[in-house]
């Protein structure tokens, strides 16, 4: 099979231990010079993934592709590869030169050149100067840049990396973020980054596989997953979410209405789904409104509902309104800070377009 195009491809891979089956029919490609995120909850098949692809472990069923090569049955050293971990994986009595130029010693690489990778690597993570330092010696972003380092010095067709970022504090994780995405873009060597924080994928990503029990539940442009979500699974993982469940009651044009615990709610009709169907409805908080009672803020097509302000938390450039609707039920709307006229206990008024949210057949129903 010709696939020189890829700077990776895999082809219907496969892994099963025992009864339970960790990567499930997975196929998709990555181009050079693309940062691909891989996300899903824990236990969801990430790191056995990345681990297939790497060759530390070996694929049931299917092919691994690098660069057009297939590496299926090569050894990790002989794929082109390099690998960053969650738990950086430092060699505690090596320097920081050291433990980045360990790839190029194991490859037998001249020291001349040795050096030449070191610094320009060095240069890239921005920690020229701390070469002799011990890692006992450095913070925990420094660290994590060694690691990194390590995982670039021997300049891979690819670099994976499994949750680097997770052991960081937030503050730090976001700062890394940022270099992450310097480092790949100055350096053009594909990126495959394994995360269970939907932010980080979609912070750092161009494109986005959304993964569940060993399988792509969907992979597209961040964008795209985020304004289309293909699946239930997929809306409710990405974004903060009001889900909604309720019964179709009747349905006119693309809107069906439902019964949510009384609420009667205009929602797009998922397809396949009729009168007495169950549906689950993925409203954003951000795509909502809030405002006093008496305001009208979206027009003729936007749902308006009645509630009560509950709490708001200041978040900085925006606050979440916790409000409790007239079936009891919470919503959270995401809006801008310090609106005029309502306060804490006041009745307010929530509004959305209904095409704003996400519609799914409810799970059992089909
Ligand atoms: N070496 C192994 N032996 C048995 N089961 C494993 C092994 N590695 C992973 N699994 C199982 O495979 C599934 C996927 O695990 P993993 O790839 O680590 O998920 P993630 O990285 O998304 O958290 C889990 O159910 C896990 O328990
Ligand atoms: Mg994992």
Redesign the pocket.
């Known amino acids: 099979m010709q696939t020189s195009a890829h700077a990776l491809e895999l082809v219907e891979v496969e892994k099963q ?2 009864p ?1 089956r ?1 990567v499930d029919n997975v196929s998709f490609s990555v181009e050079k010079g693309e940062f691909f995120a891989l996300l ?1 909850p ?7 993934l990345l681990r297939i692809i790497a060759g530390l472990e070996s694929a049931g069923k299917g092919s691994v592709h690098i660069g057009g090569r297939d590496v299926t049955r090569k050894p990790p050293y002989a794929r082109g590869i390099g690998m960053v971990f969650q738990d950086f994986l430092l060699f505690p009595h090596k320097t920081v030169g050291e433990n980045i130029s360990f790839p190029l010693k194991m490859k037998k690489m001249p020291a001349a050149r040795q050096k030449e990778q070191l610094d320009w690597v060095l240069e890239l993570v921005r920690m020229k100067g701390f070469e002799d330092r011990f890692p006992n010696q450095l913070s925990g972003g420094q660290k994590q840049r060694v690691a990194l380092a390590r995982g670039l010095v021997a300049r891979p067709d690819i670099l994976l990396l499994d949750e680097p970022l997770a052991n960081l504090d937030r503050e730090l994780r976001k700062e890394m973020e940022v270099e992450m995405r310097r480092f790949q873009a100055e350096i053009d060597i594909p990126f495959v980054y ?1 995360t269970h924080n939907q932010e980080e994928a979609l912070t750092l990503s161009n494109r986005v596989a959304v ?1 569940k029990d060993g399988r792509f539940e969907q992979v597209g442009d961040k964008l795209e997953l985020y304004e289309a979500p293909a699946t239930a699974f997929v809306a409710s993982f990405l974004g903060l979410n009001n889900t909604i469940v309720g019964q179709v009651t009747a349905q006119e044009g693309g809107l069906s209405t439902i019964d949510w615990k009384g609420i009667r709610l205009p929602v797009p009709t998922p397809e396949g789904v009729g009168v007495g169907d169950s549906v689950q409805y993925y409203l954003r908080s951000e795509k909502m409104h809030i405002g006093p009672l008496e305001d009208t803020p979206e027009g003729a097509d936007a749902t308006r509902l009645a509630a009560r302000l509950r709490d708001i938390i200041f978040k900085g450039q925006y606050s979440d309104y916790f409000v409790i609707v007239e079936n009891g039920e919470e919503m959270v709307i995401s809006d801008v800070p310090d609106i005029k006229g309502i306060t804490i206990g006041d009745q307010v008024a929530v509004s959305w377009l209904p095409e704003d949210g996400f519609a799914f057949a409810a799970k059992g129903d089909r």
């Not at 824990?42 to 056995?48: C, E, F, L, N, R």
């Open positions: 231990f025992g339970v960790a899903g824990s236990g969801s098949g990430k790191t056995t394994v993964m």
